[in-house]
């Protein structure tokens, strides 16, 4: 419980950063925080001096012995689906045309790699007397259901708009998934492809076998034949 209470304060906390994860391990001579961003330089700060606070209220705040705050720079934020439903969420605060929004998303999304991606905004996005409405948008390959779906990365955001809060969810296949049923799939034609090239290789070798030559039986008869007297 005190894990998902540090983590809610430090999502809200470096805000600013863009956080997409964050993972705490406790060994039993420091508590390691690794936190990935897209600004590195905003959790770190001057000479160290706003992760140097952070520990400071982590520790007195929360209890944690030793905090040791280890930042990591996001290296595709576009394949990232946190920070991708976060800039999706902070374009419907600025100008809320939700279709054009996730379209060029999408386009992003896909131009960096992925294999496949859904994003789904729901919410009311107009002002007074407007309705709730879910808009949904997806493109290459998507798992929905079963063990494959933990291969998928998925990423929550709300916008707060003037009508009310939006929630947005994004969905991303990264580039290089492979999903349990295509290893299946590729392990059959491999299987498969060794087996004809063997059948082949067979069939060239009996081929290039020198034809024994025809062995020719000759029968000879023999005649007595009578010396006349």
């Known amino acids: 419980m005190n894990d ?4 809610k304060f430090l999502f809200k906390e470096l805000e600013r950063a863009s956080v997409s994860k964050i ?3 406790k060994t039993p001579i420091a508590t390691r925080i690794m ?6 330089g905003v959790v770190v700060g001057k000479r160290g001096k706003s992760i140097k606070d952070l520990c400071n209220v982590l520790e007195r705040d929360f209890a944690i012995e030793n905090p040791q705050i280890e930042v990591i720079e996001v290296a595709k934020p576009s394949v990232d689906a946190r920070l991708m439903a976060e800039k999706i969420a902070r374009r419907i605060e600025s100008k809320p045309n939700v279709k054009p929004i996730m379209r060029m998303a999408l386009q992003e999304i896909m131009g960096a790699g992925a294999l496949g991606a859904e994003i789904r905004v729901a919410g009311k996005i107009v002002g007074k007397g407007g309705k709730a409405k879910t ?12 063990d494959q779906l933990r291969l998928v990365d998925e990423g929550h955001y709300t916008a707060h ?6 929630g947005i969810r994004v969905r991303i296949v990264r580039p290089g998934t492979v999903f349990y049923d295509k290893k299946k799939i590729e392990a059959a034609k491999a299987k498969a ?7 082949e290789k067979a069939a060239a070798e009996k081929a290039a076998e020198p034809v024994p030559a025809e062995t020719v039986v000759v029968e ?8 006349p007297a």
């Open 4 to 7: 998902l209470k540090v983590k």
């Open 23 to 25: 993972e705490i391990q």
């Open 35 to 40: 936190v990935e961003v897209r600004r590195p």
């Open 135 to 146: 808009f949904s948008a997806r493109v290459g390959i998507m798992k929905k259901s079963g």
């Open 161 to 166: 708009l003037s009508a009310g809060a939006v």
């Open 193 to 199: 492809a060794e087996e004809k090239a063997l059948a």
């Open 220 to 227: 000879v008869e023999e005649t007595a034949e009578e010396t």
